[in-house]
């Protein structure tokens, strides 16, 4: 890793200036009472064990709810029973929209659900956005905007609001969900969460334990790109995809 | 800094209600952004209500400014441990200059930007443009009204007073397209014109929604994906955040996610959030190499240091007051004559900028409330408005902002209101005065008296009734009883 950047040299007499506006002249040693900062790593540790545990328990219906929220949201949502049935609805939906460029992530539910096989079977070959094969930045990017569809997997699902989390790392390129017109998530059963509030206890605890390791970066994807900037008439698709699919095994 | 034309608000507001193209989409995107609110703010939240999320909002907002330079400190550590660089900029000018040094120590040329209104507050584009960089609004709305030279209309519709043969019109002449009246088609036209611009900006520009002191964590809200491309395809990421942006623990969010969309657009969620802590990691596969995120004061700290306007910080932009405000659904946002419009313009706009230029934006309300009670951080902006107002009656602006006329009126209403007699008594003076300019049980036009025909310009008085509700109370207690009171 490099080396922490230096601190600003106006940060000191900005920050007094705020003390003083406060009134206040002695800077705040003790950290201000605040709920959510309260727990340290072991309670947040132990909150999360419990929200796990009720996620587990709740699970069928959880997806059940994630189904529905995520169709209210302009997903199109399809469940399948194993790995093989998504593969085929994967490649089902390729053909359905008539895509000759797809690309997809490296990651690792691709080793769990090969969508390879079925998508050539329907004469679409995959590309894996990912730099291994010395491809420059550029290339990268533009092989993502000449794509018609990207296929990437999730971090989470969470039903309350049909969110994804998406979190770009080695293989997984942040423009693949975002750059093609056309998505497909891919979403196992234990990458469903009930509400935000749990996404995010989870979120502060990795960081808490993986301090300066985690990534800094993710998104969440709650529906098709959308805008209604002209006469307030609703648009779909116009950084980000406008056709967004969510495949739930289980 | 943007130019402050806060006083032209009169002549400003006049020529927006005697526009009636302006008048009609008004309406009719305020009734839709009222009942897209209306509609999901019912849902079941589980344990907590609406109203219980506000005040606990309000309550987290609060407590983060009451202990700001701890939290900025925060902010300033975990974004630098996340390989990020921070700055604090005083004023429009300092955070000008920072941008702009970044910008040529790394040789850019083009700049893509998400939505900021820190940034239309500095007036970055024109700075940008001068040094010879392309700076390039990404959010549809944004981009329209860069292509037309204005300002925004709106906080999250900023292009709103623009109707499709305008955008199609501006579309042809820049981007050389051809005319349409297909809303589609125009998007298509700018999402085609934006690739080529993301695929060369080495620099991209964001706003921040909130800014998480304990993770050093940037949340962006959006529905295009213009925030996730600024901050994914281009070398460096540059974050405007106004200081007051802080929310403490990265838990607060899933509070403050259910808020804003609801309160802004009428949506469960945006279809996209952005969290971005620092640069892309080594391992990462793309992303910024650099990271940098400018705090900015630029008239905060005249909010914050007075105690009753300090709570005005704790807004998030979402537009709700705009929406619901009576005022600004005639006027519209351009005759706030700054950067934020309508109710929490009007409280913003005078400490942040200029009293004296901004003087008549307090009074622009007709302290109807709904705007405190949609408030989703229950920001009192009624309460603001009057604390403004008396400021400004006081001498704030330097000068004595009442006439002579005004103060013999309230020094006669002060002398009436003390006595039950001597009320009556100037009540039944003016009901003999007023009742022969009577109309229709209206007075339209008070002719003589210089302050009171100024005020009936503008406003129909009731015609006053025949016998006052004293006298009326009186007769029928002598009915009742049979005797004459006294």
Redesign the interface.
Known sequence: MSPTPEEHPNKTAFLLRVRSALGRTEPIVHMPDHPSLKSNAMRQQEKVRTIVARNEARRSSTLDRLARTAAAASWNVRRAGDAEEAAGIIAEIAQQSGVKSLVRSAEDVFKRVNIDTPLRSVGVSPAILASGRSRTRGALRDMAFRADMGVTGVSYAIAETASCAVTPRRGVARLASLAPPRLVLLIEPEQVLETLDDFFAITRLNRMQARGRTANYFNFISGPSRTADIEQTLTIGVHGPGEVHMVILG | MAEVKSAEFKKASGKALRDEKLQH?LE??ME?FVGARANVIEDDF?DESWEAMRTRAAG?KQ?TL?????Y??MV?KSV???????????DAA?ANAIVLDIAKRNGVKTVIKSKSMVSEEMGINHVLEGEGIEPVE????EY?IQLAGETPFHII????H???QE?STLFQEWLKTAPTQD??R??VY??DA??EK??VADMGISGANFVVA??GTVCLVT????G??T???P?IHVVLAG?EKIV???????LF??LLPRSA?GQ????????????????????PEE?HLI?V?NGR?NL??DEVMREALRCIRCGACLNHCPVYRKIGGHAYGWVYSGPIGAIVTPPMTNMKVARDLPYASTLCGTCKDVCPVKIDIPRLLLHLRYKVAEGAIGERSTTWMERLFVGQWHGAMRSRRALEGKANLGRLLTRPFARGGKVRKLPFTPMVSGWTASRDFPAPAPRSFARLWREELAHDNGTELR
């Open positions: 989409s009719h995107v839709h589980g987290i407590s009451e202990h700001l330079d701890y900025l400190d300033d630098r441990r996340n390989g990020g660089h921070v700055y604090f900029a005083d300092q990404t959010d549809l709305g329209i519709a900023p292009a709103m623009k109707t499709r955008v809303i589609k125009l998007c700018a999402r934006l690739r993301f695929a304990e993770t529905n295009e994906g213009n996730r491309m901050t994914s395809a070398r200081m403490p623990a990265i838990e607060d969010l899933a996610l259910r657009t469960r969620i945006t279809s996209y959030n952005t969290f971005a802590s620092g640069p892309r990691a080594p391992s990462d596969e793309d992303g990271f705090l004061d700290l914050l240091r």
